[in-house]
């Protein structure tokens, strides 16, 4: 089965421009600082290293949950690292810092399956090409 996820985007000359969403979402976007944009705006490297992300949180929920975890609330920090190859700059990996806090306890190999699954699972990191890195934290 395919699917269709379409953007609009709106530039007038100048920016912040304005990206929009087939769900009827719309964010203004910018240039990243580190290259002359402004604070406060979303960027295309925020949104990819985002997308990463948020798709790794929404599938390991719920692999956790078709496993039997009942996960209480989930934070996640993700590093997109930039670097020079072959003369072109580009993300080479994305470090994913999960901080996961459960209802009940979890045995650490029920909780390391569900990581992997989600890795495995996750659209978004799989259609990238970039190391895809996990370091979970578990708290309470």
Known sequence: MTMDFETTVEWSGSYPASLSCQNG???EY????EFGGAK???TPEDAFVGAANTCFQIIFVGVA???GISVAAYRCKAVGILDSVE???RFVSIDLHPEIRFHRPVE???LQKALETAKRKCLVTNSM???VRVFPV???
Do not use: D, H, Q, Y
């Open 25 to 27: 979402m719309s964010a």
């Open 30 to 33: 910018n240039i990243p600082v």
């Open 40 to 42: 406060g705006f979303l």
């Open 65 to 67: 949950k078709s496993l």
């Open 87 to 89: 003369g072109v700059r």
């Open 108 to 110: 650490s190999e029920r």
């Open 129 to 131: 090409s970039v190391e």
């Open 138 to 140: 578990t708290v309470g």
